[in-house]
Nanobody, 113 residues
Framework: QVQLVESGGGLVQAGGSLRLSCAASGIALGTTPMGWYRQAPGKQRELVGSVTGSGNQYYGEFVKGRFTISRDVAKKTLYLQMNDLKPGDTAVYYC???????WGQGTQVTVSS
């Protein structure tokens, strides 16, 4: 059974940083395509970034080099390092596994101006 549990969200001032974690169980973290998504109030869920099974990474255009995805296979954890946060980054952030398909419960990120 796949389980994804996000943590690390919180309130931060604009220009600050946060690192989100996604603890994964029931999947092969090192080879499973995974991603981070976010959903702001009244908006559709959008892709923040993803990593393929072979390690290639892709990011949404709005990221502009501010965010980085990494994974620690030994700790079975996917990370999203977010720097230079902006109020527009305020959203619930979700971890996603593609194979098998699963979502975490989300973690709230709030960026104040």
């Amino acid at each position: 059974q796949v389980q994804l549990v996000e943590s690390g969200g919180g309130l931060v001032q604009a220009g600050g940083s946060l690192r989100l974690s996604c603890a994964a169980s029931g999947i092969a973290l090192g080879t499973t395509p995974m991603g981070w998504y976010r959903q702001a109030p009244g908006k559709q869920r959008e892709l923040v970034g993803s990593v393929t099974g072979s390690g290639n990474q892709y990011y949404g255009e709005f990221v502009k080099g501010r965010f980085t995805i990494s994974r620690d296979v030994a700790k079975k954890t996917l990370y999203l390092q977010m720097n230079d946060l902006k109020p527009g980054d305020t959203a619930v952030y979700y971890c996603n596994s593609l194979q098998p398909f699963a979502w975490g419960q989300g973690t709230q990120v709030t960026v104040s101006s």
